[in-house]
């Protein structure tokens, strides 16, 4: 009897762990098609696209969400495919160069010299959670410079705000790529101005 319940509570704990832990989700970011434009004032100029600075967290691949103001946590489970600020960076330079409103579009790291150069500070990248509504958020600010004179050639802030259909990380990253389709349009057509 002894040897019956030692074996049994070796089972019920060996079956304790031995439980598969859930499986990590890893998303991207989609960059959306961009028909070429025929006409542009920087049309004849190199585009250098800095890495993005973050005014809350660090930049990498995890997952951001909150619940209220103060609330804020990552998701366990899921994270992003790579660091967010290169998947923006990586993102903004596809975009850009399908547009075709610049000779070259390259990144920061680039040695070739540039007459351009765009930067940009988020805001915003992160999950919303308020009761029973749920939402992406990006808030991106981008800044224009000439690099041969330092001077600024103009800035704007890109505000979104997109409804998820579920509230977990598969409804966040699906509204994030909806928002990156508009911030992408929106840019373009800023940029072409």
């Not at 434009?37 to 890495?51: A, P, Q, T």
Request: glycine share 6%; charged share 20%.
């Amino acid at each position: 009897m002894r040897i019956t319940i030692i074996l049994l509570f070796t089972f019920l704990l060996g079956g304790c762990s031995m439980k598969e832990a859930p499986v990590m989700k890893t998303y991207t970011l989609v960059v959306p098609n961009i028909s070429p434009l025929s006409s542009g004032s920087y049309r004849n100029k190199v585009l250098k696209v800095s890495y993005p600075l973050t005014l809350k967290e660090k930049l990498n691949d995890k997952m951001y969400y909150s619940y209220s103001l103060s609330d804020r946590g990552a998701y366990m489970n899921s994270r992003w495919s790579n660091n967010v600020g290169k998947l923006l960076q990586g993102s903004m330079i596809s975009v850009l160069t399908q547009s075709r409103l610049f000779k070259v579009v390259l990144p920061f790291s680039s040695d070739v010299e540039e007459g351009l150069r765009i930067e940009s500070s988020i805001f915003d990248f992160s999950h919303h959670v308020r009761g029973d509504a749920s939402y992406a958020i990006i808030s991106i600010q981008y800044t224009l410079m000439n690099s041969e004179n330092g001077k600024l050639i103009k800035t704007k802030r890109f505000s979104y705000k997109e409804y998820t259909t579920t509230t977990d990380a598969k409804g966040y990253v699906e509204a994030t790529n909806r928002i990156m389709s508009r911030l992408s349009r929106d840019l373009v057509v800023w940029l072409r101005q």
